[in-house]
């Protein structure tokens, strides 16, 4: 995990898993307040895998953010 310097916001690394069709990051890579605002955000949605989720998922909750 590194930290965007324009939004301080965590970048994961992004990779594939087999059979999956988009990227997936590891949210447990995530500090402690990213993680449970990220778990809360997909909250009833699918997700590729029981501990990775889909990196769409996680830009769209940045963007959320950013927009307040």
Do not use: C
């Not at 310097?5 to 500090?31: G, Q, Y």
């Amino acid at each position: 995990m590194t930290t965007n310097n324009s939004t301080s916001h965590p970048i994961l690394t992004a990779f594939n898993l087999p059979d999956v069709p988009f990227k997936v990051i590891d949210p447990n890579e995530l500090p402690d307040i990213y993680k449970v605002a990220f778990e809360q955000f997909l909250a009833g949605s699918s997700a590729p895998h029981p501990v990775y989720a889909y990196q769409h998922d996680y830009e769209r909750l940045l963007l959320l953010i950013e927009q307040g």
